[in-house]
């Protein structure tokens, strides 16, 4: 082996954030331990978020040119640090888009998205996971052994949209059996409050999009109905349905005015309001109409603190978030990926799988 050759060893292929609008497939210096608790992680499938898509926009002022993106993924062990306990290399192991140290006070209520010391911090502040090998600080805290003979795809789905869909959604809206919900937002994220909701046993599962083939894989998907806003008053539409009384749960699983505001006109007394969608505008709180409803209404950023159950549902077949996955791409076609999740209409997308293997 020659000079070039050993120094290109240290090099791997990631995809870059390089400024608003701006990403390149390059090659860059592969990441190694830099704290005892690190962990260096070759990843074997990654995937695209919808945040991804804002921070290309430039919408996520700590996300830095030259960072690597992603922060979803499953992997193989590649190093430990010193002072990891849990996981050796050829492990392979499921990443966390939260990182956690386990220790800090937020850690410690299981609020692990706002961890002093870790957090969203991946493809954020530190670089990713569209890479063929990423460092994961806290390696203990923020990974997860993944069980044999469980379907990889559905483990990926694992690292953000189904604790998501279910912490920020699902639970914050406190669904329970009987319950009459409405998901605004048919997205990934949409999708899947709409599958953990099954969880409750809720008599009814409004889906509400204007993008068809996402309504059409709602109704595959559980939903009891499916509402095109693109078409129809919504708001008209669920009181109808519901006999003028509202939904007991609402999930905003868009982030913009517009569905917050269905959110609120659709909502029956004593009914919990769960937003999950992340918001770059104000929205109206129509207080004047909502003050003597005896409503709630939740924010959180996904702590995942119910990914160990959720994979258990995976295992036993209960849950089966593989059906989120609509293309499938190389590595090296990373560049094709983003163009096809950024027209998620035209190329009827939901959930991309990237793989390096
Ligand atoms: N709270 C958290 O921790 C957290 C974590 C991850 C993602 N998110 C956010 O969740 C939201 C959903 O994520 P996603 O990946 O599913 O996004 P997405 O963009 O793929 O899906 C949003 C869906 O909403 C539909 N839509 C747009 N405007 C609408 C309207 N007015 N009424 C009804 N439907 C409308 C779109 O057609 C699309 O299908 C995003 O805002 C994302 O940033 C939040
Ligand atoms: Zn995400
Ligand atoms: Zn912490």
Not at 151 to 177: R, Y
Not at 214 to 232: D, V
Request: aromatic letters at 6%.
């Amino acid at each position: 082996m020659n000079a070039t050759e050993k120094k290109n060893e240290s090099n791997m292929w990631a995809l870059e954030y390089q400024g608003p609008g701006l990403k390149g497939y390059v090659r860059k210096k592969r990441p190694e331990i830099s704290s005892p608790t690190d962990a260096v992680v070759r990843i074997t499938k990654t995937t695209i978020c919808g945040t991804d898509l804002h921070i290309l926009k430039g919408d996520v002022p700590s996300v830095k040119p030259g960072t690597t993106l992603g922060h979803e993924g499953i992997g193989v062990i590649e190093s430990v640090g010193s002072s990891v306990t849990k996981f050796e290399t050829g492990d392979r192991v499921l990443i966390s888009c939260i990182t956690s140290c386990g220790s800090c006070d937020y850690c410690k209520k299981a609020m692990y998205s706002h961890c002093v010391n870790g957090g969203w911090i991946l493809g954020n502040k530190i670089d990713g996971t569209q890479a063929e090998y990423v460092r994961i600080p806290f390696a203990d805290t923020s990974l997860y052994a993944i069980p044999d003979g469980v379907d990889e795809e559905a483990v990926v789905m694992l690292s953000d949209i189904l604790p998501t869909g279910f912490e920020c959604g699902v639970l914050n809206g406190k669904i329970g059996p009987g319950d009459v919900v409405a998901i605004v937002g048919s997205g990934p994220i949409g999708l899947a409050s709409l599958l953990t909701a099954q969880f409750y046993a809720p008599s009814e599962l409004i889906m509400i999009d204007m993008n068809e083939d996402r309504l059409k894989r709602a109704s595959e998907f559980g939903a009891t109905t499916i509402i095109n806003s693109g078409k129809e008053n919504v708001i008209d539409k669920v009181m109808e349905m519901t006999q003028g009384r509202g939904v007991d749960v609402a999930i905003e699983a868009v982030g913009v005015p517009d569905s917050f505001d269905v959110c609120q006109n659709i909502i029956a007394p004593g009914g919990r309001i769960a937003n999950v969608g992340v918001h770059g505008k104000g929205v109206e709180l129509r207080l004047e109409k909502l003050w003597d409803r005896n409503i709630t209404i939740t924010t959180r950023l996904v702590d995942t603190a119910s990914t160990s159950m959720l994979l258990k549902t995976i295992v036993s077949g209960k849950l089966k978030p593989q059906k989120l996955v609509s293309h499938r791409f190389a590595l090296s076609d990373v560049l094709k990926a983003y163009d096809t999740f950024g027209n998620a209409q035209k190329e009827k997308t939901l959930k991309v799988i990237i793989s390096n293997e």
